[in-house]
Every structure is written in structure tokens, then in C-alpha cells.
């Protein structure tokens, strides 16, 4: 059993109520099978709620009800199941293209009953018109100027990135403002989630995205 800290516990509750054993069931496929396959080091085992879970989970108030929202890069599911776990309104369509990671997915998948959760095999590059999204987002993938083109083509003209990023995020933004605004990003900013949660907030890009011609 992954221990767990009071004041993790208590903003665990708040952002996935009666949904939170299902929270603690996916913390142990990471700490077992999901470290055994590689998908998470060892040394993340003691920091898996707040570095991971918690950390992935509070960028839920940035999506609106009812989105879907396409996870690209899933990896071990950080965002994507943390999301599908907390907001069981979303429809998920996790992204990788590693097999033993889309295997390690599907089984958590399937053991905790997420029926809101597709997951697809391939590169997001590809995924281009095989998927409707109305936010994607992203942990880790890469510097926020090559992430737009990953990203920003997923929502047909229409729609939101929400990239959890780290310190630099401002200066990302900077320097991948003409690649933002060529995909048909009009307004990016970066936003803050769950202050009031965590004893460090997770750091989001935000870009909104509206081709002329589109319409929601």
C-alpha cells in the first residue's frame, strides 16, 4: 500500500469524492506493475500522489463539463486516467504509441471499469482526424514550441490545450508564440491549478484555439 499523507489525502478526497478508491487502486498499478514495466521509476514510489496523481488530477477545473478531451503521450495515464477517475463527464482518448504502455493502460483500464476511457496507438501526429477533441493535454512530452504541433491539430480548429508545465512555462510561451499563433492559438496563458489544494500547485499552459471559419 502506497502510504499517503493527511494533507494529501484530504485534497485527494475533495477531487475525486466517492471515486477516490478507485484513485488509490490506480496508485498501486503504478507502484507495482507500472514500476515493474518502467513506466514509473522506483524512486517516484514514496511521491506518487503529490508529484503525479494530485498533481495531474487539479488541472480538472480547467476543463469544462462534458469534454473530451484527448491525452497526448499518455504514458502511465498521467493525465489522462487521473482525469478519467475524477471526472467520470469526460470522455478520455489517451494517446501512445509504445505498445507495453498501451498494454499497461488497457489492464488499469479494465480492472477499474473506466468506461469513459478509449485508448489509442499511435502517435499524436497521426491521430490527427481520427480524433474530435475538444481539450488536449499533456505531462512531459516536450518544449511547449514542438507540443503546439503535436497538440493544437487535435481540435479541428476549435478548442483548448492545458499543458501542465513547470517554472519555465512563461518563457516557453515566449518562444513558441509564432508556432502557437500559425496553428490558430489566440490567446495563451498560464495558469495555476489547485492552490488551495496542494502544497505546490500544478503550473498549466493554456492555449485557447479558434481557426477563422470554425465554430464550436
Known sequence: ????????????EKIFGERLDLAKRYVEHLATSGTERGLIGPR????LWSRHVLNCAVIESAIAMD???ADVGSGAGLPGLCLAIA??????TLIEPLERRVIWLQEVVDDLGLDNVTIMRTRAELAVGL?????VTARAVSALSNLAGLTIPLLNGHGEVVAIKGRSAAEE???????????GGVETSV????????E??????????????KTA
Open 131 to 135: 480524433v474530435d477533441a475538444d481539450v
Open 191 to 198: 495558469v495555476v491549478c489547485g492552490q488551495e489544494l496542494l
Open 87 to 92: 471526472r467520470p463527464d469526460l470522455e478520455l
Open 67 to 69: 469534454s473530451h478531451v
Open 173 to 183: 510561451i515566449e518562444k513558441a508564440g509564432k508556432v502557437i499563433r500559425k496553428l
Open 1 to 12: 500500500m502506497v502510504e499517503i499523507t493527511a494533507a494529501e489525502l484530504e485534497a485527494a
Open 44 to 47: 517516484e514510489i514514496p511521491r
Open 200 to 213: 505546490e500547485p500544478t503550473t498549466v499552459v493554456r492555449i485557447i484555439v479558434n481557426k477563422p471559419g
